[in-house]
């Protein structure tokens, strides 16, 4: 069942296709591979490896953040929505900081499942860390460890079960 707080956002394409598909325009090979949504954002990961953000009240272009990376398959936001992690279709996992005031920056990239497809990520926040974990389709579960040490500078550390 649904808790009381909770929410429900449906889009109804016909209606939002020209917020959605306006930064696409520029380049008309490039489609929507993946997604995520929050409270305040909805993200989609595209097949040239960049990220386009969305705020979802107003529904708007927020920003596209670009990659040099192949198609994303996952993408995951950090509750406190200060993070996104996405995955590409060559099992490399990136994790992009999202700051208000300027574009996002990547802060890690991992190619340590570059052989395997990555089928799933979710974050898990504890106080002053943030645990991605990283589910690939050879069952595995990876986790890559984000320590705040002070200001902007993290510490990562990877963890991989079979």
Request: hydrophobic share 40%.
């Amino acid at each position: 069942m649904f808790e009381s707080d909770s929410e429900i956002l449906i889009l109804h394409l016909e209606n939002r296709k020209s917020v959605f598909y306006t930064p696409l325009k520029r380049g008309e090979r490039i489609k929507y591979t993946a997604f995520a949504v929050s409270k305040n954002y909805i993200i989609f990961g595209a097949t040239s490896g960049g990220l386009y953000i969305f705020k979802k009240d107003p529904c708007s272009f927020w920003q596209l953040i670009p990659s040099k990376e192949t198609a994303v398959t996952s993408i995951a936001i950090s509750s406190s929505e200060n993070f996104v992690a996405f995955s590409t279709n060559k099992g490399i996992v990136c994790i992009v900081e999202l700051n208000e005031n300027s574009n996002g920056k990547l802060i890690t990239r991992t190619q340590d499942l570059s052989n395997y497809e990555i089928t799933a990520l979710c974050w898990i926040e504890d106080n002053a860390k943030l645990i991605l974990l990283i589910g690939d389709n050879s069952g595995r579960v990876s986790s890559l460890k984000l320590s705040f040490l002070f200001l902007s500078i993290y510490r990562f550390s990877f963890t991989s079960w079979n």
